[in-house]
């Protein structure tokens, strides 16, 4: 998985906890995102970062924050969780660095699976 | 605008057959469209990507077919195989949106041997 690891992989928690996802790489790569993958929705945006302490919103940001205070780290954090963002998460990182077609491609991280109860 | 639109949400196909994707876009503006496989349990990977100057790309028994005027694109599995079971999700993606990928809603495959 091209040196991307997370953490935890499964969580469970309840409703109104504060949870945090650790996204972990060891590619040097400037971009990170944070995805939540639901059936039917496919893989959708929640916040991506592009450099240290540089980060925006995505397609489902609301009831998120995200923290990157070095290259190799991405946090996402469910401020009081709910049970619709019970979901799998996946990190992903890219270089937009490379030429050409390869600073497009993104490489996942193994997911976390997040039951909010 | 900024949706990408794919289909069949599920496909069954026998071994050795041709898998068919499709997907649609709206956005004008995007010049690079990948799709990417996952199977169950890992995150998705690049399978093969293509741009808009180009009407198909090909890479073993995976073709892209690239229609620009109809803003449509699709992912041809020639001699389908077992292994090919996983789910393909399309995307699009243009250079000045910070590399955002949007996505479709994924196609689960499954190949009958």
């Known amino acids: 998985d091209a040196g991307i690891t997370q953490s935890p992989r499964h969580k469970v928690t309840e409703t109104g906890t504060p949870v945090t996802l650790r996204c972990h790489q060891t590619e040097n790569h400037r971009y990170m995102y944070w995805y939540r993958q639901d059936p039917g929705h496919g893989l959708r945006l929640i916040h991506y970062?592009?450099?240290?302490?540089?980060?925006d919103k995505g397609e489902v940001s609301d009831g998120y924050s995200v923290s990157r205070s070095k290259t190799e780290d991405f946090l996402l954090t469910l401020e009081s969780a709910t049970s619709s963002q019970t979901s799998v998460y996946f990190c992903?990182?890219?270089?937009?660095?490379?030429?050409?077609?390869?600073?497009?491609?993104?490489?996942f991280g193994p997911g976390t699976r997040l039951t909010v109860t | 605008q900024q949706q990408v639109k794919q289909s069949p949400q599920s496909l069954i196909v026998q071994k050795g057959g041709i898998s068919i994707i499709n997907c649609a876009y709206e956005?004008?503006?995007?010049?690079?469209f990948p799709w990417y496989q996952q199977f169950p349990g890992k995150g998705p990977a690049l399978l093969i990507a293509i741009r808009p100057d180009v009407s198909e790309k090909k890479e073993g028994r995976f073709t892209i077919s690239f229609n620009k005027s109809a803003k449509q694109f699709s992912l041809h599995i020639m001699d389908s195989q077992p292994g090919d079971s996983a789910t393909y999700f399309c995307a699009a993606s243009r250079m000045d949106s910070n590399y955002q990928l949007i996505w479709g809603a994924g196609t689960k495959l499954i190949i009958k041997p």
């Open positions: 970062s592009y450099g240290v302490k540089d980060t």
């Open positions: 956005n004008t503006a995007f010049d690079y």
């Open positions: 992903a990182i890219s270089d937009a660095a490379r030429r050409g077609d390869r600073g497009y491609e993104q490489y």
